[in-house]
C-alpha cells in the first residue's frame, strides 16, 4: 500500500513542514512505501495539482493547516478535496488547527484585520470565508486524525463522526527521551540566574508583552533571583514583522529600568534549524510559550521542549488537557496573574535543583516520534481494510 502523504514540502519556514519531514521519515524506516506530494501556494491551481500529485497513493494522508492553502483562510482548500472525491480517493486528514467557526471569524478579526487594509467588500468576504472554512475538511475527508481531546470536543458532530486520536509526536524516540531521564535525574544543581526562553516564530499570536509584565510582577514581588529572558526566531509575514518591531522597541525603552532589577529581556531574530530550536529549547531552565491563541491545540515547539524534560509555562491547549502534569498552564483569558503564578511555580523548582520535570519526560516517553509513526502505520492499514472506527480520545 502506498501512502501520498500531502503537506508544503518545499516551505522553509513552516512547522507543518517539519512535523511532515519527520514522520515521513520514520514511516519508512518502518517500511511503510510514503510518497510526498508538495502543497504549495502561489497559485489556486496548485491545490488541484497537490491533489493529482495524491492519486497515485492508495490511501491520501494530508497534514491539514488552513494557512497552507492560497486565498483568505486557505478557501482554496474545496479545489483539493473536491478533485480528491471527483478521484474517488481515500483519504485522511491530519487537522493541526480544529477551529469553529466562531472562533474563525474571531481570529480574522482580531489577528488579521489590524494588520492590512481592506474594503468592505473585501472584509465582508473574509468574514463569510472565516465562517466556511472550518467545515471543508471535516464534510470531505473520509477520516479525521486530531491530536488532543479538546480537538476532538471542538468538532461538529460530522467531525466527532470521523475523528481518531494520535498525539502530536515529541522528535525524539523512546530510547533517547529514557537516556535523557536517566542525565537529567543525576543532576540538582541551583543556577545563580535563571534561563526562560520563547523559541520559534515570531508572531502577534505571541504574547511576549504578557510574559514581560509577568517577569516585571514577580521582580516586585520580590524575587531576588537574576532572569535572563530570550524570545528569538524569525518572522513569517507583515504581521510578524510589526509585531517583532513593537516588542523590540519596547525592549529597548525599558531595557536601563529592568537591569536594575536583575531581569534581561533579549530580543532576537534568527532563523533557525530544528535542531538549533531544541538546543535553544534544552538550554534554558524554563521554555515560556506565551500563546493566545484559543484554538491552539498543540504545538511543535513544546514538543520539542519536552524532548529534554524542561519546565514548559504554557497556556491550557490541546496537549495540556492531554497530560496536565507535564506542564505549568496558565489561562488565556486572565493572563496576567496565572502567568505569573505559572512561572513562580516553574522558577521554584529550578531554585530547588530540579532542572527537569519528570512528567515532562512522561509525555515525551508516549508521544516519541517512534511510537506515534508506528500508530500511524497501523492506522493505515485499518483504513485501507475499512477495520478502522472513529472513536473519541
Not at 298 to 325: E, F, T
Not at 353 to 362: D, E, M
Request: include cysteine.
Amino acid at each position: 500500500m502506498k501512502i501520498a502523504m500531502v503537506y508544503d514540502y518545499s516551505r522553509k519556514k513552516c512547522g507543518i513542514k517539519e512535523y511532515g519531514d519527520a514522520l515521513v521519515k520514520w514511516l519508512k524506516a518502518l517500511g511503510v512505501d510514503v510518497e510526498v506530494c508538495d502543497l504549495r501556494k502561489e497559485s489556486y491551481a496548485d491545490s488541484v495539482r497537490a491533489a493529482l500529485c495524491a492519486c497515485r497513493g492508495d490511501l491520501v494522508h494530508t497534514q491539514h493547516e488552513y494557512g497552507l492553502f492560497k486565498g483568505h483562510f486557505g478557501w482554496s482548500q474545496i479545489f483539493y478535496y473536491l478533485t480528491l472525491k471527483l478521484l474517488r480517493k481515500k483519504d485522511l486528514t491530519t487537522l493541526h488547527t480544529v477551529i469553529t467557526p466562531k472562533q474563525a471569524i474571531e481570529n480574522y478579526v482580531r489577528f488579521s484585520l489590524p494588520y492590512v487594509k481592506e474594503k468592505f467588500v473585501e472584509t465582508f468576504r473574509g468574514l463569510l470565508i472565516s465562517a466556511l472554512s472550518p467545515y471543508v475538511p471535516q464534510v470531505f475527508s473520509d477520516a479525521l486524525l486530531v491530536h488532543t481531546l479538546r480537538g476532538y470536543e471542538l468538532l461538529p458532530w460530522i467531525g466527532k463522526m470521523k475523528a481518531l486520536f494520535v498525539p502530536h509526536f515529541t522528535p525524539t524516540p523512546t530510547w533517547e527521551v529514557e537516556k535523557k531521564w536517566a542525565e537529567c535525574s543525576e543532576k540538582r544543581e541551583a543556577p545563580e540566574r535563571v534561563e526562560i526562553v520563547t523559541p520559534g516564530f515570531l508572531r502577534p499570536t505571541k504574547r511576549y508583552d504578557w510574559a514581560i509584565h509577568a517577569l516585571v510582577s514577580l521582580k516586585a514581588e520580590g524575587l531576588d533571583v537574576p532572569i535572563r529572558y530570550t524570545v528569538i526566531g524569525t518572522t513569517q509575514d507583515e504581521a510578524g514583522e510589526r509585531w517583532y518591531s513593537y516588542i523590540k522597541e519596547f525592549v529597548e525603552e525599558i531595557k536601563e529600568d529592568l537591569k536594575k532589577v536583575g531581569l534581561e529581556i533579549v530580543v532576537q531574530k534568527k532563523m533557525m534549524t530544528k535542531e538549533e530550536l531544541i538546543r535553544r529549547a534544552c538550554g534554558a531552565h524554563i521554555v515560556l510559550l506565551p500563546y493566545s491563541d484559543p484554538t491552539q491545540e498543540a504545538s511543535g515547539i513544546l514538543h520539542d521542549s519536552l524532548v529534554c524534560g524542561k519546565h514548559i509555562v504554557v497556556p491550557q491547549i490541546g496537549d495540556v488537557r492531554n497530560y496536565p502534569d507535564a506542564f505549568y498552564p496558565f489561562d488565556i483569558f486572565n493572563p496576567l496573574e496565572t502567568m505569573k503564578e505559572a512561572l513562580r511555580r516553574a522558577i521554584n523548582e529550578v531554585l530547588k535543583g530540579n532542572l527537569c520535570n519528570p512528567s515532562a519526560f512522561a509525555y515525551a516517553h508516549f508521544t516519541a516520534i517512534d511510537r506515534v509513526a508506528r500508530r500511524h502505520a497501523e492506522l493505515y492499514a485499518k483504513l485501507r481494510s475499512g477495520r478502522a472506527s472513529p472513536r473519541p480520545p
